[in-house]
Every structure is written in C-alpha cells, then in structure tokens.
C-alpha cells in the first residue's frame, strides 16, 4: 500500500491549505486513516483520525474546531481542511492507513498504523 501525501506549502497566519492522501496498491481493503505531524525538533504527534465509513472523527485539542478531516466518495483518499493556520501548525504532516475491519472505529496511536506518507510540508509565517 502507498500513501501520497500532498497540497502543503507557505501560508500566512490565519490563512488556510487542505492536505489530500491518496491510498493505493491493495484493493478490497478498509482502512481508518489519520494525519500526524512533526515540528523541528519535536515528537511527531496526533492530528486528526476518521474512520472507514468517515462516519466518525476525532482530533488534536491544538486543532479542534480548525482542522477538518474528511473521506472522498471512493473513500481512498482522506483530506485535512486547515483554517485559521497558527505559526505552532508549521510541521511536516504525515499521513497514515490502518486496514480495520472496523468501520466504524477512529485510531489515534501512532504504532496501531501500518501503512505511512511520506509527509508534505506546512509552513505558517507570523
């Protein structure tokens, strides 16, 4: 399975980008998908998670209420609508796949992943 991470860049504060991750190379599989980033210097850390069905969601205190994370029809590729971007937002973001036969179910842990991205780039100035 690959994950295609793309759609970061430079943005002011308070501007916005969308993120997109597109899975391929096994078909018939499920999987919840989550975003994680990782500053300089930092841990990677939790972002937001959405479930196969897309029917549930979860997200980062940091990000709540300005981050949105959303599944395509085909549900093969999963999107992060940022808004309201923070200069603390800037990271390289990853995305990730678990195959569940869960449907319904988010996963927040970095080590229940399998499958990465190979992370894209979000900087926001001040």
């Known amino acids: 399975v690959q994950l295609q991470a793309s759609g970061g860049g430079l943005v002011e504060a308070g501007g916005s980008l969308r993120l997109s991750c597109a899975t391929s190379?096994?078909?018939?599989?499920?999987?919840?998908m989550g975003w994680f980033r990782q500053a300089p210097g930092k841990e990677r850390e939790f972002v937001a998670a959405?479930?196969?069905?897309?029917?549930?969601?979860h997200y980062a205190d940091a990000v709540k209420d300005r981050f949105t994370i959303s599944r395509g029809n085909a549900k093969n590729t999963v999107y992060l609508q940022m808004n309201s971007l923070k200069p603390e937002d800037t990271a390289v973001y990853y995305c990730?796949?678990?195959?569940?036969?869960?449907?319904?179910?988010?996963?927040?842990?970095?080590?229940?992943?399998?499958?990465w991205g190979q992370g894209t780039q979000v900087t926001v100035s001040s």
């Open positions: 190379g096994r078909t018939g599989t499920s999987y919840a």
């Open positions: 990730a796949a678990d195959p569940t036969l869960r449907h319904d179910t988010v996963v927040v842990n970095a080590s229940e992943y399998d499958y």
């Open positions: 959405i479930s196969w069905f897309g029917s549930a969601s």
